[in-house]
């Protein structure tokens, strides 16, 4: 499992596209040089970056549950930004 | 497990500023308001959404190794974007 | 006769507005506080940058063609860059 | 006497800059494609657009005081924007 800086720059891209930041959208297009990137925006999902963060989360849901002694704990707001 | 959009936003706003995207940063934090957002900056580490997206793939990873029968497979070449 | 920094913002504002550079006007407009200025958008004419530009240049052109002298020269393609 | 397009973007251009307004002045530059114009920045004075402007104030003023009959008439608190 790898992803490159381009990978993750496209998906920022289209988040702000998608969440109707338009202004930054260009922006960050002309500046990441995103019409340069080898990546095929017809192959990526819509709302792929949230899909990936929520994902994320899930995972650290599973690693604070299973904690170090392998015995599951309560997990209670965990949020993004902790 | 939840976030709200002011907390994607923030991750995405510390991505630009901590890619060097300044502009785009810039742009971004003009016209999603971020400094009227209630989050405490100091508690988000370095690289955050890197993180999150890592352990995003990582979640997918083990879904794909799993399987739909239980029976884990092996992975090559999963990528962010696929 | 004098202006001020403001007007002289907002008249590239507006020009940057009428010519299509929508991005731009965006940033231009936070960057230096467009609306916190006290100019009365509906009393400025369409293309009044362009307008006081044109008078800039006859002006210039008057100057010329006076010389120290004050005999008239000709003037042959004057330009705004020179 | 004339200018073209790429000549007023150029001057606007710099004006960004010279005012500080770096974000503007990226954003600009990119969706005006100044790179590409044919304008050697070189032989483009400091505050050139300043400059024109005020050329442009004076030249008004001498519309407004010379009047239709050709008497000269007083000039009061002329503005950059009227």
Redesign the interface.
């Known amino acids: ?5 381009d ?2 720059n ?3 891209y289209r ?2 596209h998608e ?1 109707g ?4 959208a ?3 297009g ?3 040089h995103i019409s340069q990137s080898n ?1 095929n925006g017809a ?2 999902p819509p709302k ?15 690693e604070i549950a299973t904690g170090e002694d392998g015995n599951e704990r309560s ?1 209670e707001c ?5």
């Open positions: 499992m790898s992803f490159s800086t990978e993750v496209f998906l920022v988040y702000l969440t930041f338009y202004h930054s260009y922006v960050f002309q500046e990441s990546i192959l990526v792929a970056l949230i899909s990936i963060v929520q994902k994320g989360l899930l995972y650290v849901e599973a997990i965990l949020s993004l930004i902790d």
